[in-house]
DNA sequence: TTGACAAATGACTTATTAGTCATTATTATA
DNA sequence: TATAATAATGACTAATAAGTCATTTGTCAA
């Protein structure tokens, strides 16, 4: 496991800076200190650890982006937030970032491609939810094309510090962010993106994920952490996915303590999603 | 000569089905009928041939769209006159402009990004010259920002109909992009994108800059600034590129007084890099 | 018809890189 | 300590692709 992470953490590195296609396996092992065979134990292709980058990666920063849109209560400064953790997980994962939106539109690879879209689909669903929240019956015409005008910024502006090494004041690039998001769903009239078309681009998102699958990836994260708060928060929340038996408050609480731990993220994410559904 | 636009024809279309990178030569040449050896005649080498296509087809779309909004003289029609032309050129040269948007982040050859950022350069030009026309003092704070929406817009949408085969209806979308840009235009208050940083974009530096030539900018900006704090800031920070005394704390804190006084920002920008405290 | 010149060919060289596997080193166990 | 099990190695194979060049083919003026 440790050997996994180290080929990942080096492997993003070189990615970032010469691109997939360029960068050899065998320079990644040397930049290891390791054999090129001692990579193959570890995955079993290049393709493997594209994919095994793309999903860590995307599973932190999604859920650190749902988690703290969910817990925002004032709605007053919502988009601030959610602009502000987009950017802040594009920030602390530049390298990844970086990565993403150039194989965003360049991959041959079938798997890759579906896994793109998938996370892009997730972000739309965020995105959604919060216009809705946000915004409710005013913009039932013109969300759909709010969640595009909202990813063609956000893409734009990223750009800026992603490529350009630009110094960012996140802060005002936020606040500019969030003035443009009300004009735009306040004013628009005339939407190029309707309910329908929206079905149409829409890929089947994978069906949801059963209690098994969350047991059995709590079990596998069991095995790679040590942190004894985070590991006796984990077997709490498993022993309570079996049979429901803490209250409401202990097992948000449980929650609380493994949602900062990078390995837990994702369970984290799918947690809240579950019990969300549930009640 | 009619053997290079050949070559060139089949390439776009081979490049745009299956990336630049995943087209051998030898693919191109049995597509084209004719021999490895015959496409060394024509172009020196597969980065040439990559070459003539970017400039051939930016220098026609770039023309198409300036020759449409110089000649619209009707100002009501001008925004709605740019985003149909645009959108037709797209659409005609359909795989270029994929390639184009494919290549943009992820080139290896230096040539090559030198190219697409000149283009893009010219891009900016004519949206900006636009703005100019239609909105004159009005967004004289807010221009520059306005450039980067339009270009978000531009990519999020074309992004559809170039990726998704979506069908298009294209009339609806330049009236749905025009509401939008006047939007922005009519009430932008707080703009992301200043005039200096506009600056600042236009030369993105390449060779190293010495610390010599950073502390000159200094010494030079101190006798422009008048503000105690910035002052104070700038001399430390001068002191600190002779002699490295600070902590890394302090010196970022010293960055961050400066930063947004409009006459430091290149030099935050130069010192941040220096630092590489930002990526 | 011929010979000179240009155009075109494709087998070949060189280089790169993903992935394998027989061998060696290390660690755990009895 | 001896032995089995496991981890790690890197030389090797196979595949791909850029670019070259000796040879062939085609053209046309004399």
Redesign the pocket.
Known sequence: MI?KQLIMEKALELFAQQGI?????????DYC?????????????????IIALIDHFMKEIISDIDYMVNNTKNDEELLYTFYYSTFHAFHKHSDFAKIFIKEQTQSFNEELIVKIHYYDRLMEGIILSLIERLYGEKVERTKYDLIYCIKGLMNSYSGLFLFNNAPLNRELLCQSLVEKTNLLASHTTVPFITHEDFQMLKHPIKEEITIEQIIQMIEQVLKEIDEPIEKESLILLKQHLLEPTLSPAIAKGLLENIRNHPHCKWITYLLFRYYEIEK
């Open positions: 050997k296609e360029a960068t050899p396996i065998q320079q990644i092992t200190g390791i054999s090129k065979g001692a990579f193959y134990l570890s995955f079993k292709s290049k393709d493997e650890l």
